[in-house]
């Protein structure tokens, strides 16, 4: 992996690495992924804040950190960033590699709220959002504390001791957001200065882990936010602001928000990116906006047919839709990219064929299309952690006539991918233990050496996708 001036990044943070206590902040994905991701940039400028200690970045394309080309085990502590299921394969190949058993490891992120599948892999879990009391487990590690005091830290969970724990999220969420913060032109938003607008979300779609783990919704002041755009745009000269947020409609000071942007627009050239937007509340001036700045592709996800939509919990008709699509048509955005799943509860036949109509629709506005398709996955601690994860076979069939009916438009991770994602998802130690004997072998995991392994350990997989482990463990676990 090339060193940071030859990937463009710009904010990395310089220290002497003597007399500090090092932190190896490892995003297990491409840098691509990790340079994207608000919430690391924000640990590792948080836990730089503190003299005593040098935090450095590892991800995936590397065996050194980026900042000093380091080797992970010269390092004090280890965090791992775990954002989606699949990330466990590389935590455990990351441990077995380097060698990391004897290291004290912490790992934070939406997917440890199902804590059981890492036991056996790392010490402890941060159950929360960094900043309510990440540096209180450091300071706490530099003082010395053992295990019993480091669990008593909010949201710490001793992953020997399951001693209960608490979620620990800063309330009210004004807390630190760097305004001259680490990024790069390979981001999947470029250049950009990233600002969480807020957190949680108002709706109560009810696959949706991320409502539930990052709850209450809170929204950043806007004096807050005004200020960090500022400085960040000024002084950082991002070529784009990505407002990150579960929906961005529900800012209920977007009018002020939007007043102040496109002032700064006016000022300087920047792209406007805003990942999320709900269909049934577009804010025209925010769309204008976004046009004005060079965004012409829009996210929508209607998920669904309209009968399923309304039944998962996200109540818009399919004409709100449409009319949403118009809207972002007259005000002249060229490509909208769909998101869409299958395999939900009581989906049938007639919600694919459904899909496709809408889709078809949407075409004649004459907006460019893509459509994103992905089975659905029963997350634990959502009102549907307890549904089936569909059969593999039905799956496939409903992905083929869904690429029959949409050709090249339509995007997959496939289903392979989502049968891990489902057995991990509500899994327990069992699959940990799959997991870290599958990377020993050394091998990139395959399904069918993982299906070999799992016959050796006596484990059903198929059991595992389709229905959770039968303790269902993550029910201990108390998220509010
Ligand atoms: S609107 Fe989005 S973030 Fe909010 S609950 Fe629904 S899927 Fe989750």
């Given at each position: 992996m090339m060193p940071p001036e030859v990937l463009g990044e710009k904010f990395v943070v310089r220290k002497k690495v003597r007399g500090r206590f090092r932190i190896a902040l490892v995003y297990p994905c491409s840098y691509k992924v990790a340079v994207s991701n608000l919430g690391m940039r924000i640990i590792y400028h948080l836990l730089n804040l503190d003299e005593r200690i040098y935090c450095e970045r590892f991800t995936n394309e590397s065996d050194r950190s980026l900042e000093t080309g380091s080797h992970i085990r010269e390092f004090d502590l280890v965090m791992f960033c775990y954002q989606y299921e699949l990330d466990l394969f590389e935590i455990a190949r990351w441990i077995i590699k380097e060698d990391l058993f004897d290291k004290p490891k912490i790992v934070g992120g939406p997917c440890v709220y199902n804590p059981f599948p890492l036991r056996g892999l790392v010490d402890y879990v941060y159950l929360g959002e960094a900043e309510a009391s990440l540096t209180d487990f450091v300071d706490s590690m530099l003082a010395g504390a053992d295990a019993d005091e480091l669990s008593r830290i909010k949201g710490i969970l001793d992953l020997k001791s399951l001693k209960p724990s608490r979620r620990a999220y800063p309330n009210p969420l004004n807390t630190f957001l760097p305004a001259l913060q680490v990024s790069s032109r390979l981001s999947v938003f470029g250049d950009a200065l990233l600002v969480d607008v807020s957190r949680g979300c108002r709706w109560a779609c009810k696959f949706c882990l991320g409502r539930c783990v990052y709850a209450p919704y809170r929204e950043r002041p806007l004096d807050q936010l005004v200020q960090v755009i500022e400085e960040g745009l000024e002084r950082g000269s991002y070529e784009s602001l990505a407002l990150i947020s579960s929906d961005l409609n529900s800012y209920s000071r977007l009018d002020e928000l939007l007043a102040?942007?496109?002032?700064?627009?006016?000022?300087?050239?920047?792209?406007?990116?805003?990942?999320?937007?709900?269909?049934?509340?577009?804010?025209?001036?925010?769309?204008?906006?976004?046009?004005?700045?060079?965004?012409?592709?829009?996210?929508?996800?209607?998920?669904?047919?309209?009968?399923?939509?309304?039944?998962?919990?996200?109540?818009?008709?399919?004409?709100?839709?449409?009319?949403?699509?118009?809207l972002l048509k007259k005000h002249g955005v060229e490509k909208v990219k769909l998101y869409f799943m299958f395999g939900l509860p009581d989906e049938t036949a007639e919600d694919l064929k459904s899909i496709i109509k809408l889709v078809s629709r949407i075409k004649e506005i004459g907006l460019k299309l893509r459509v994103s398709a992905n089975?659905?996955?029963?997350?634990?601690?959502?009102?549907?952690?307890?549904?089936?994860?569909?059969?593999?076979?039905?799956?496939?069939?409903?992905?083929?006539?869904?690429?029959?009916?949409?050709?090249?438009?339509?995007?997959?991770?496939?289903?392979?991918?989502?049968?891990?994602?489902?057995?991990?998802?509500?899994?327990?130690?069992?699959?940990?233990?799959?997991?870290?004997?599958?990377?020993?072998?050394?091998?990139?995991?395959?399904l069918s050496l993982l299906k070999k392994k799992a016959r050796e350990l006596g484990i059903d997989l198929a059991q595992y996708a389709r229905y959770g482990s039968e303790n269902e463990p993550w029910k201990s676990l108390k998220l509010s």
């Open positions: 102040f942007i496109e002032s700064m627009l006016d000022r300087g050239r920047f792209r406007l990116i805003a990942p999320s937007i709900r269909a049934d509340t577009i804010d025209e001036r925010l769309i204008e906006l976004l046009v004005k700045s060079g965004e012409k592709t829009i996210t929508l996800a209607p998920e669904s047919s309209e009968e399923l939509r309304h039944r998962i919990g996200k109540p818009f008709s399919d004409e709100q839709l449409i009319e949403a699509c118009k089975p659905f996955v029963p997350k634990p601690h959502t009102p549907f952690e307890d549904e089936v994860f569909r059969d593999p076979k039905e799956l496939k069939a409903s992905l083929r006539y869904l690429r029959k009916e949409l050709g090249g438009i339509l995007t997959t991770d496939g289903i392979r991918q989502a049968f891990l994602q489902a057995m991990i998802a509500r899994g327990d130690e069992k699959i940990g233990r799959l997991i870290l004997e599958t990377a020993k072998l050394g091998e990139k995991p395959s």
